[in-house]
């Protein structure tokens, strides 16, 4: 089992900056990727951004692209959403995930086993 624990939300105007952080515990030697989601309010979980724990490739939803980066920290089993140029838009519950494994899929929640609480950013004008 694998334990995430978010941290780092808060109220932000837009253009602002935030970074949210993710501490893994418990079985992390087995993490292979771990990723941000986010959710709004009456619509369905979206993915963020990826990062493979070995090698530290990158990915981005097309709405972030630019503006947020991904980053780990392996001594500390920790990744980290750094988000800048912030938009009302980018308003939601963030939610870091955990992948054992290579699913075929790195968007969808069916390619992750492990799911913080998520926290909430809001984006005020």
């Known amino acids: 089992q694998v334990q995430l624990v978010e941290s780092g939300g808060g109220l932000v105007q837009a253009g602002g900056s935030l970074r949210l952080s993710c501490a893994a515990s418990?079985?992390?030697?087995?993490?292979?990727?771990m990723a941000w989601f986010r959710q709004a309010p009456g619509k369905q979980r979206e993915f963020v951004a990826r990062?493979?724990?070995?090698?530290?490739?990158?990915w981005y939803a097309d709405s972030v692209k630019g503006r947020f980066t991904i980053s780990g920290d392996n001594a500390k089993n920790t990744v980290y959403l750094q988000m800048n140029s912030l938009k009302p838009e980018d308003t939601a519950v963030y939610y870091c995930?955990?992948?054992?494994?290579?699913?075929?899929?790195?968007?969808?929640?069916?390619?992750?086993?492990?799911w913080g609480q998520g926290t909430q950013v809001t984006v005020s004008l």
């Open positions: 418990g079985r992390t030697f087995s993490s292979y990727a």
């Open positions: 995930a955990s992948a054992d494994k290579y699913y075929g899929v790195y968007r969808a929640r069916s390619g992750y086993d492990y």
């Open positions: 990062i493979n724990r070995d090698g530290g490739r990158t």
